[in-house]
């Protein structure tokens, strides 16, 4: 902007209006007295200027639907292990004789079915008990086994 001679507020009122601002003139540059002259001559203002970039257009905004809250998925199913189940139908189905408890990943304490804080939790993944176990995992204090 110092370049062009422009205030802020003339440039931003530039940009928010769509148009372009004009491009920087190089100044000549001065010959130094050791340099012998250019055989050519030097190249006007407007040779030298860069083309200007093509203008993005406009940023349109959409309606996008609002997510729906998912409180028994974990949030980043990526970091899901063996033995660890996004869902709890899956989890039945892999441990039908034991009980499938939803284990919060960070705290490494699992919650049984008909708790406040099954499937609730920010990271966690729905587990059979033994499994969840043997991974070093605790139940929680305040529950108790159904």
């Given amino acids: ?8 507020k003339a440039y931003v009122e530039q940009c928010r209006a769509g148009g372009t601002m004009p491009t920087a ?6 010959p130094t007295p050791a340099a012998p002259p250019p055989s050519r001559p030097a190249p ?17 905004t959409t309606a996008t639907p609002a997510p729906t809250p998912q ?9 899901l292990e063996a033995g660890q189940f996004a869902d709890e139908a899956s989890a039945k189905a892999r441990c039908s004789t034991d009980t499938v408890v939803w284990v919060n990943l960070p705290s490494k304490v699992y919650h049984f079915a008909g708790t406040k804080s099954y499937g609730t939790t920010k990271r966690g993944a729905y587990m059979c008990e033994k499994e969840a176990i043997a991974g070093e995992n605790r139940a929680s204090k305040t529950e108790k086994h159904p």
């Fill in 1 to 8: 902007m110092q370049a062009r001679g422009v205030t802020e």
């Fill in 25 to 30: 003139t190089a100044p000549e540059p001065k």
């Fill in 44 to 60: 006007t203002a407007t040779q030298a200027a860069p083309a200007p970039a093509p203008q993005k257009p406009a940023p349109t």
């Fill in 71 to 79: 409180t028994s998925a974990p949030k980043d199913q990526a970091t």
